[in-house]
C-alpha cells in the first residue's frame, strides 16, 4: 500500500531542466513544497510566481561540498524537513577514453559522482534524526551497461550505483530508503546543450560513427510522462532499489547480463586455477 502522500518535501538537483523541472513541477502541483537546487535557477522563476514558498530556489554547483552543506541547511530551515532527495544534477561527456583530459575527467567524476555523494551526505543526518527518507539516484542505462566514446559518463554512474547499493543496505535499519533510477534515452538536453565533448582524435572516428549509430536506433522517451512515475515511486512503502525509466531497459540489460555470464562460464577454470590450493583439505 502507498504511504501518505501530503506534504512531503524534496531536495532536488538539476532542478532547472530536463527531469528535474519536470519532477519539481510535478512535486508543487499535487501540493508538496520543493528545495529545487541548480547552477542557474532563473528558469524556476515561473514556478516560484505560481507556487510561492513552496518553492525554495537554491543556486548550487554540487561540485562544492560545503556549499552542498549550505544548501541542505538551508532547505531545512525553511521546511523543517526532507523526506526526497533526487540526485539528478549531472552530465554527459563524450570522448574516447585516450581523449579526454585529466581537467574533463575531474570535472565529470566531481559533478556525477563527487556531487550526489556529497548530496547524500548531507540529507542523511536530517533522514536519520527523522527516522525516514527516500534518497533517488538518477544513474542511467549507462550505470550497468557501456558505449564507446562515453567511458568517463559510465564510470561516474558505475559508482554511483555502487555506492548507492552499499548505502541502500546501510540505511534500511534506520528507516531511509534507496532507489537507483535508470533512464535509457528521453528526449532532455543530455546530449545536446548539456553535453560536454574532448577534443576528438581521428583514431576514434569509428568508435563515435558507432554510437552515433546506436542513438539514432531508439525513440526518445518524454521527460513529461516521468512525472506522475515519479510520484508513485515516492509515495511507495517499500520502493525497488533499481527501476529502469523507458522501455528498452530490461531487454538490453538482460543481453549484456547474459553475455557476462556466458563469459564468466568459459573462463571459470582458469578462475579456479587463480585459487591456488592454499587451505584445501
Request: charged share 20%; hydrophobic share 45%.
Amino acid at each position: 500500500m502507498p504511504q501518505s502522500t501530503s506534504q512531503k518535501v524534496w531536495f532536488i538537483t538539476g532542478a532547472s531542466k530536463g527531469f528535474g523541472y519536470v519532477w519539481t513541477e510535478a512535486a508543487l502541483e499535487r501540493g508538496d513544497s520543493v528545495a529545487a537546487a541548480a547552477r542557474n535557477i532563473a528558469s524556476l522563476d515561473g514556478l516560484k510566481a505560481k507556487y510561492g514558498d513552496r518553492l525554495l530556489p537554491l543556486a548550487l554547483d554540487v561540485g562544492d561540498k560545503k556549499a552542498v552543506d549550505q544548501a541542505v541547511a538551508n532547505a531545512r530551515k525553511t521546511f523543517d524537513r526532507i523526506d526526497v532527495a533526487i540526485n539528478n544534477a549531472g552530465y554527459g561527456l563524450f570522448g574516447a577514453i585516450e581523449e579526454v583530459s585529466e581537467p574533463e575527467a575531474r570535472a565529470q567524476i566531481e559533478t556525477n559522482l563527487f556531487g550526489a555523494l556529497w548530496v547524500t551526505q548531507a540529507v542523511l543526518p536530517v533522514m536519520r534524526a527523522q527516522k525516514s527518507g527516500h534518497i533517488i539516484q538518477i544513474s542511467s542505462i549507462g550505470g550497468v551497461w557501456t558505449l564507446p566514446t562515453v567511458g568517463l559518463y559510465h564510470a561516474s554512474k558505475w559508482g554511483l550505483e555502487g555506492f548507492s547499493q552499499a548505502l541502500a543496505a546501510e540505511v534500511k535499519p534506520l528507516g531511509i530508503k534507496v532507489t537507483i533510477v535508470e533512464p535509457g534515452g528521453f528526449a532532455t538536453e543530455w546530449g545536446t546543450t548539456s553535453a560536454h565533448r574532448a577534443k576528438t582524435m581521428p583514431a576514434y572516428d569509428a568508435a563515435r560513427a558507432s554510437l552515433a549509430e546506436i542513438r539514432t536506433q531508439a525513440t526518445p522517451g518524454d521527460p513529461a510522462a516521468t512525472g506522475a512515475v515519479m510520484l508513485k515511486l515516492v509515495d511507495m512503502e517499500d520502493p525497488p532499489l533499481r527501476i529502469f525509466f523507458g522501455n528498452r531497459g530490461l531487454t538490453m540489460i538482460k543481453r549484456e547480463y547474459a553475455e557476462r555470464i556466458a563469459t564468466w562460464e568459459k573462463w571459470n577454470a582458469l578462475s579456479f586455477e587463480a585459487q591456488g590450493n592454499l587451505g584445501a583439505h
